[in-house]
């Protein structure tokens, strides 16, 4: 009888204390680990550049605007920029480049842009000012690729040092935040040692802002309004519009890895 009171009486109390827990809204359960969150973030966005991804999305829309920067020039201001992806060669952006809207599209081996006469301009200045790298003979349209062999993605978290910068309320949903540094070999070899960064995530591990910062001197935020994976994109969205296809400027390959180049500073 006793025994039966005793286990009565233990039953009550931690019924007791899941009820103030729940109440006082403490976790019940350690947070995820901030490098497993990290990967969760990661990998859709690589499994999609993947040559043998375990997933059946391979495709990417991808929508960004500019929250904040320092020195921000007055044409950046509100400026947002569009992507769809899809592999093995598809890409279509749209984003505020060199002073310009543009629109650009490789499907396969073709590639076009729009508007097509801002573009050639764009293109003519910057040959005119000497800001146009060589042509490089080598290049070729090739499928996307990881720049690490696949069977390493599982440490790709690994590449950072990451910490739990606590949560974030955003439009009424309580996110993570990670604060993240390049482990530190890495970082002295891009010379990017004084760059930190915080992520700030949905609770499904969808980005929601990015905030890049140098120390003291320079920081900026961009704010991810729409992730989305899917198997495929429509056919057409690797097309001109029919607005769009009365300037439109086709350009080979070896344009294209020029411009490219020039915008990111390649050589």
Request: aromatic share 8%.
């Amino acid at each position: 009888m006793q025994e039966a009171v005793r286990s009565k009486t233990k039953l009550v109390k931690t019924l007791r204390y899941l009820l103030l827990f729940l109440l006082l809204g403490h976790p019940l359960f350690a947070k995820e680990n901030p490098y497993d969150l990290l990967g969760r973030a990661l990998m859709p966005f690589v499994s999609v550049l993947a040559e043998h991804a375990a997933t059946p999305n391979r495709a990417l829309l991808l929508s960004v605007r500019l929250e904040q920067m320092t020195d921000l020039p007055a044409e950046f201001a509100g400026a947002h920029a569009d992507l769809a992806l899809q592999y093995p060669d598809k890409l279509r952006l749209h984003a505020p480049i060199q002073g310009e809207d543009l629109t650009i599209c490789r499907n396969g081996q073709e590639v076009w842009i729009y508007p097509g006469s801002r573009a050639s301009a764009l293109l003519q200045k910057l040959e005119a000012e000497h800001k146009l790298p060589k042509p490089d003979p080598k290049f070729r349209l090739a499928p996307f690729r990881l720049p690490v062999p696949e069977k390493q993605l599982v440490f790709l978290p690994a590449l950072f040092q990451v910490e739990d910068a606590g949560q974030e309320v955003i439009d009424g949903e309580t996110c993570r935040v990670l604060g993240l540094q390049l482990n530190p070999t890495l970082a002295r070899s891009l010379e990017v040692e004084t760059w930190s960064a915080r992520l700030t995530l949905h609770a499904d591990a969808r980005p929601v802002r990015l905030t890049l910062r140098n120390q003291a001197e320079w920081s900026g935020s961009v704010r991810f309004d729409t992730v989305k994976f899917q198997p495929s994109l429509p056919p057409e969205t690797w097309q001109p519009s029919a607005d769009q296809a009365a300037d439109v400027t086709k350009i080979p390959p070896l344009r294209y890895n020029q411009f490219l180049r020039a915008l990111f500073g390649g050589k």
